[in-house]
């Protein structure tokens, strides 16, 4: 095996131009003449626009034009088609790219200013005189639904988005009906923003064919440029989009977002490059959030502990308007692994999207599974208290063993591989499980509290099943066109390690190319933890066309037949013979060699499109350790374990990285995370003085590790990876938190579980005690 073959730990590449400030962020990419855009927000959740008065703004310096919906009139599209229970299809309110009579959450796009500087298009803007009145509004998702709130839009009638059912009913009453045991919990998954370390930007720049050309940062070009080319009234192939490095997405940067068209009207009708950038308060107020969910969910068991069935019902916001994804994140995704790992034979989900006055929700990493495995974890915990069971033993009764596999779910989703309980024995033994009553003892004797708390996650991967990958031999390496998208995975190093192991190029002569509408035929971007099992099937695909031209060429070099040729290490050698040629050379000479046949023309240049069959599902076993002090309420995770299955590893070194991110974005949400609206709709927690994001010092050392249980439905063998530390730790942590506190007697704990939180959990305990 060579050190960069499958397996090896290689550093990553990108790291050095990235580190050294030799990165290329879209707020980097500025032209000569570039004017900019900034943005008139609404600062009321919900209002009727009366009237606009641009004529201050319009005189104040720099400033080239003022501009509202009249000028530029056009809607954000939701690609999701979804049918409620009866059939109808769900409520599709317009979501346009600057109000048109009405705001709907502080934030809303009304009007934007291009001047020549930032500075300057920011000072007009503030300038720009709106007449609003003000209207009730409802923030609050768990009220959105109720008679008598605030009807936000005429579509969507009680602010309902949509009633959606999965499940069988019948089956489901007479699994509770048989129950010997049924456990009921509630739970609330807040809201969280994004936070990626670089905020949004676009820069617009006109071309001279009449067309556009689009800088953004995003997590996937290609579903952006139709919606730019309907905004502007021209062709899809008169718009290119382009994005480079990208500093973080997390789903947030998977949205089209109104700042783009406003960045590309600018620039045709000044017939110059435009640009903005988001600062980090207007990210609070504009970038699509993720989760806020109120659910309720039920457990029916038998007198063997064994379940029989799960309900689900839950009313997720979509916020005051659909982002691309929005209705499906609670619904099909989530549905997708519900279940858990769990052998369970009825299942019924309901869900009701309901619209709130607030910044738009959509896919936040993991995009449903998250609170999907949240839900059945800390409902699988609950279950186990109430049975005077351990949490461990009740989920090993129940898991879906590896001789049931393929296991049809209560989903409809098959599970192709799982070891499940042999990856919790794995994680129970790195995490002393059974030796945390004497830890508990020692805390207590520390006046601490302390707690264990364990989930079990599986994963879906999503998105496009297709994807495209592209070879293009040069002078001095190998380009390699992919059709997804790094926001700091690191697939530069992933795929190139793919690509060397597979041709055999020098891993120095590799330059993964990406982000590009001109240049690459098409891609499903990146998302739902797809990129390196839907792009490294497409770079092996790709790969065999490669090989399959090369040994045309070769045979015609060297005057032998083509089954007598022979690819191995990079080089094509003569079978029995010692004549051979290393495929760099030869890529270099078949530009120049006539083609052995017509569909041999290009060289060894070569392009491919995949279609998978059927998706993975990454699993595996965090337990999370706390120490929460009964006075102040802190908590402190002493210890988290992680043992994952991931199917075959490619480069442990940038598994590790994900996880070890994802966990912490977990965390937060357990501990820190939380998006706070007033009565009135406006923003409480809009700025990282108000909304706390963990810090290095909160988090502990994780000890992490893997089985590999190769996937079965890819030829790689391998299961996504880059959303799973987001899909097992909250519910890790907040289990571990109700243990800490159940002889308290707390018996119910939501996220975020801060200081404050906790203490007057306590308090209240403690009062009910006296």
């Known amino acids: 095996m060579t050190k960069y073959g499958v397996g090896q730990p290689v550093r990553r590449v990108e790291d050095r131009r990235l580190i050294t400030g030799q990165g290329r962020y879209t707020d980097d990419i500025t032209f000569d003449g570039q004017a900019f855009v900034a943005v008139v927000r609404s600062p009321h959740a919900h209002a009727t626009i009366e009237g606009i008065d641009a004529g201050a703004a319009e005189k104040a310096p720099g400033v080239l034009g003022v501009f509202t919906a009249k000028d530029l009139d056009a809607d954000l599209p939701c690609e999701i088609d979804l049918a409620s229970r009866d059939g109808t299809p769900r409520a599709d309110p317009p979501h346009p790219v600057l109000c048109r009579d009405r705001a709907r959450y502080v934030g809303d796009p009304v009007a934007f200013v291009v001047a020549e500087t930032a500075a300057e298009a920011k000072d007009a803007a503030e300038l720009v005189e709106v007449a609003y009145e003000a209207l009730p509004a409802v923030a609050d998702t768990a009220l959105a639904l109720e008679p008598g709130q605030p009807q936000i839009h005429p ?31 509630e739970l609330v998954n807040n809201r969280v923003v994004c936070n990626a370390m670089e905020p949004r930007a676009a820069v617009a720049e006109p071309r001279g064919d009449d067309g556009v050309t689009l800088h953004v940062c995003s997590q996937g070009v290609w ?8 905004h502007l009234g021209l062709p899809e192939d008169e718009v290119r989009v382009m994005t480079h490095d990208v500093g973080g997405g997390f789903g947030m940067k998977a949205m089209y977002y109104a700042e783009y068209s406003m960045c590309g009207f600018a620039a045709k009708r000044f017939n110059r490059p435009v640009g903005w950038t988001s600062e980090r308060g207007e990210a609070f107020l504009s970038d699509s959030m993720g989760r806020d969910h109120v659910t309720t969910a039920s457990l029916a068991l038998d007198a063997d502990h064994r379940i029989l069935g799960l309900k689900v019902e839950t009313v997720a916001a979509m916020g005051a308007y659909y982002y691309r994804f929005a209705p499906f994140i609670p619904t099909g995704a989530a549905l997708k692994v519900l279940p858990g790992v769990y052998a369970i034979p009825a299942m019924t989900y309901d869900v009701r999207g309901c619209f709130t006055n607030t910044v738009p929700v959509d896919a936040y990493r993991g995009a449903g599974r998250p609170e999907s495995i949240y839900c059945i974890e800390r409902l699988i915990d609950a279950a186990a208290r109430d049975l005077g069971l351990d949490p461990a033993e009740l989920r090993r009764i129940n898991f879906v063993r590896p001789e049931e596999m393929p296991y049809k779910s209560a989903a409809g989703e098959t599970y192709d591989t799982g070891e499940f309980a042999r990856v919790m024995d794995a994680c129970m033994d790195k995490a002393g499980y059974a030796g945390i009553a004497e830890r508990r003892g020692e805390s207590l004797a520390r006046g601490r509290r302390r707690g264990i708390g364990m989930c079990y996650y599986i994963e879906s991967t999503m998105g496009d099943p297709s994807e495209h990958a592209g070879v293009r031999f040069a002078d ?4 390699l066109l992919v059709g997804t998208q790094s926001n700091g995975q690191g697939h530069e190093t992933a795929y190139t390690q793919v690509l060397n192991a597979r041709l055999g190029v020098p891993f120095e002569k590799i330059r993964v190319v990406q982000g590009d509408t001109k240049r690459i035929r098409t891609g499903g971007g990146t998302g739902g933890s797809r990129s390196l099992t839907a792009q ?19 045979a015609q070099h060297f005057e032998a037949a083509p089954a007598d040729i022979r690819f191995e290490d990079g080089a094509f050698t003569v079978a029995g013979t010692d004549r051979t040629i290393d495929i760099l050379t030869l890529a270099a000479k078949a530009r120049t060699m006539t083609a052995p046949a017509p569909e041999l023309e290009g060289g060894l240049d070569a392009d491919a499109t995949i279609q998978l069959d059927a998706w993975t599902f990454p699993n595996g076993c965090h337990i999370a350790e706390v120490e929460i002090d009964p006075d102040t309420g802190v908590t402190e995770i002493v210890a988290y374990n992680i043992v994952d299955d991931f199917g075959v590893v490619l480069n442990p070194l940038l598994v590790e990285g994900q996880v070890h991110g994802g966990v912490v974005q977990g965390i937060g949400q357990a501990l820190f995370e939380h998006t706070v609206y ?65 002889d308290d007697g707390v018996r119910r704990v939501d996220m975020p579980a801060t200081p404050l939180y906790l203490w007057r959990l306590i308090r209240e305990a403690e009062r009910r005690a006296a």
């Open 155 to 185: 579509e969507a009638p009680g602010n309902l988005a949509f009633d959606w059912h999965h499940g069988d009913d019948a089956a489901i009453e007479a699994a509770f009906a048989e129950a010997a045991h049924v456990t009921t919990v």
């Open 223 to 230: 579903g952006f440029q139709p919606v730019l080319a309907g």
């Open 678 to 742: 007033d009565d009135a709709g406006q923003l409480v927690s809009g700025t990282l003085m108000d909304y706390a994001l963990p810090r290095a010092w909160d988090m502990p050392n994780f000890d992490f590790s893997t089985i590999e249980v190769p996937c079965k439905n890819n030829m790689m063998g391998v299961k996504g990876c880059g959303e799973a530390g987001s899909v097992g730790s909250p519910a890790a942590v907040i289990n571990a938190v109700l243990d800490a506190l159940w």
């Open 476 to 479: 001095d390496g190998v380009e």
């Open 536 to 554: 490294g099937v497409a770079i092996h695909g790709v790969s065999d066309k490669v090989i399959e031209k090369g040994r045309a060429f070769a």
